[in-house]
């Protein structure tokens, strides 16, 4: 499946790349070990893989985390605190509000913290062989085994034979056929140098969220492969016997990363998918009082012109139409429909970049097909959440601003063009508007959307 790649830049400077695919409610995997997005794709039979599998059901978000892959490799630090910085990165610049993650090894405890001090942002936690901590090797062979591990990637990390990694990828996945073994010791050689791959190991032996798990307290799945050699089984079973109502699953497999077409992917694909459900149904408007929200309205051009030219039933084919684009725009863009307004949509975003990427989707996906045409207008502010409903000033200014949109247009306020400022949108100055029930002009912008 296609892969959206973009930039965004944590709070310490750094450059991230992450990519979005598929379509629904949003779900953020937190890095593990070795990635690279444009190398991912190139795994064998990688359709028939848990991951890709991800993107069939949700607005699936990936990112290659500091050092690794296309974001910026020249950082030394791995701490948690320095993770962190990169998923809270992620989910700001793609506009996220509430949703679910999922985690796998090394990036198990980045988001099991991420979650504790996020609970109201993380709707479900799945957390796919990983650890809560990494004892020391407890035998002297464990101990000369490690010891082993560690010489090849200084030498051979970055050279082009790959004896050096193979130790590595035997350790991750034992069962996989040589077509799988090439491409995760190349995957090995192209994510990171042998630099970045010490320093992370290094950070590794600190790592230790065990005081943590208690204070989780959102809906939590661990799964974990029993013959997984590079996390072993207990440490999965030690997460979820702590973790308060948390749900443990055993995979019957021996690989660390499971490979396409084994079996447990799909038992894997089928838990992760009743275990989150259908988080839509309990959705609430995204504000409370004193909360900063974007309201999105969306008003079909010439509703009641189209309903006399066209029969009930053919007006309602439209409106169907375009309720389906702006629901599967609210969806990728994790955005809460308020109600149907009749002629459109009201709806709400915890970001002003959520709303008006999804305002992009929404005209792109209307203006591929026939026969819909709508005007949209956002604007920002503190409404008043009553029931599943919002109301105050800044509601009624969305109303109104889009009320003063062509068919085809996505209009803004002047505080939505701040908020949304360096977010890779262009807007045009469409001037002070005189708008129903406000005493002050209001500045207004035109957002280009076309490709």
């Keep these: 499946m296609e892969q959206d790649i973009r930039f965004c830049k944590t709070s310490d400077g750094v450059r991230i790349a992450y990519a979005a695919s598929g379509a629904g409610y949003p779900l953020v995997f937190v890095h593990g070990w070795a990635s690279h997005l444009e190398f991912w794709a190139k795994m064998p039979r990688g359709e028939e893989f848990v991951h890709s599998r991800l993107a069939e059901h949700y607005r699936y978000y990936r990112y290659d985390a500091r050092g690794w892959g296309l974001s910026d490799r020249d950082v030394t630090d791995f701490s948690i605190e320095k993770k962190l910085l990169d998923v809270e990165a992620v989910v700001e610049n793609a506009g996220l509000d509430r949703f679910a993650i999922v985690a796998a090894s090394e990036g198990g405890p980045t988001a099991i913290r991420y979650a504790v001090e996020h609970s109201e942002r993380v709707s479900h936690l799945i957390l796919l062989g990983t650890f809560a901590w990494s004892p020391p090797p407890a035998t002297p062979e464990?101990?000369?085994?490690?010891?082993?591990?560690?010489?090849?990637?200084?030498?051979?990390?970055?050279?082009?034979?790959?004896?050096?990694?193979?130790?590595?990828?035997?350790?991750?996945?034992?069962?996989?056929?040589?077509?799988?073994?090439?491409?995760?010791?190349?995957?090995?050689?192209?994510?990171?140098?042998?630099?970045?791959?010490?320093?992370?190991?290094?950070?590794?032996a600190a790592i230790d969220v065990r005081d943590l798990l208690p204070q989780v307290q959102t809906p939590t799945l661990v799964a974990h492969g029993r013959g997984d050699l590079a996390c072993p089984f207990e440490g999965g079973r030690e997460i979820a016997s702590m973790i308060p109502n948390a749900r443990f699953l055993p995979l019957d497999s021996n690989n660390h990363l499971m490979l396409p077409g084994e079996p447990a992917n799909d038992?894997?694909?089928?838990?992760?998918?009743?275990?989150?459900?259908?988080?839509?149904?309990?959705?609430?408007?995204?504000?409370?009082?004193?909360?900063?929200?974007?309201?999105?309205?969306?008003?079909?051009?010439?509703?009641?012109?189209?309903?006399?030219?066209?029969?009930?039933?053919?007006?309602?084919?439209?409106?169907?139409?375009?309720?389906?684009?702006?629901?599967?725009?609210?969806?990728?863009?994790?955005?809460?429909?308020?109600?149907?307004?009749?002629?459109?949509?009201?709806?709400?975003?915890?970001?002003?970049?959520?709303?008006?990427?999804?305002?992009v989707a929404i005209q792109r996906t209307l203006a591929a097909g026939e026969g819909v045409r709508v005007r949209?207008?956002?604007?920002?502010?503190?409404?008043?959440?009553?029931?599943?409903?919002?109301?105050?000033?800044?509601?009624?200014?969305?109303?109104?601003?889009?009320?003063?949109?062509?068919?085809?247009?996505?209009?803004?306020?002047?505080?939505?063009?701040?908020?949304?400022?360096?977010?890779?949108?262009?807007?045009?100055?469409?001037?002070?508007?005189?708008?129903?029930g406000f005493e002050d002009p209001v500045k207004v912008y035109e957002v280009s959307w076309q490709e």
């Design 142 to 204: 464990d101990r000369a085994l490690l010891q082993a591990m560690l010489m090849t990637i200084g030498p051979g990390w970055g050279k082009d034979t790959p004896e050096f990694r193979q130790l590595w990828t035997a350790r991750f996945m034992p069962e996989a056929d040589i077509d799988m073994i090439r491409w995760f010791n190349e995957l090995q050689r192209v994510s990171g140098s042998a630099q970045t791959v010490m320093a992370l190991i290094g950070s590794i």
């Design 376 to 436: 949209i207008g956002l604007n920002a502010g503190e409404p008043v959440a009553e029931e599943q409903d919002l109301y105050g000033t800044s509601v009624q200014m969305a109303a109104r601003v889009c009320a003063e949109a062509d068919a085809g247009e996505i209009l803004v306020s002047n505080v939505v063009r701040e908020l949304a400022a360096g977010k890779g949108f262009l807007f045009n100055d469409r001037g002070d508007h005189a708008l129903k």
């Design 267 to 359: 038992v894997l694909l089928k838990a992760i998918t009743e275990f989150i459900g259908d988080p839509s149904a309990t959705a609430r408007p995204s504000a409370a009082p004193g909360g900063l929200v974007t309201i999105l309205f969306t008003d079909m051009e010439g509703s009641t012109a189209m309903t006399q030219q066209l029969g009930d039933e053919g007006a309602q084919g439209l409106v169907r139409q375009h309720n389906t684009a702006v629901r599967d725009a609210l969806k990728a863009h994790a955005g809460h429909e308020i109600k149907h307004t009749g002629d459109g949509i009201m709806a709400s975003f915890a970001s002003a970049r959520g709303a008006v990427d999804c305002a």
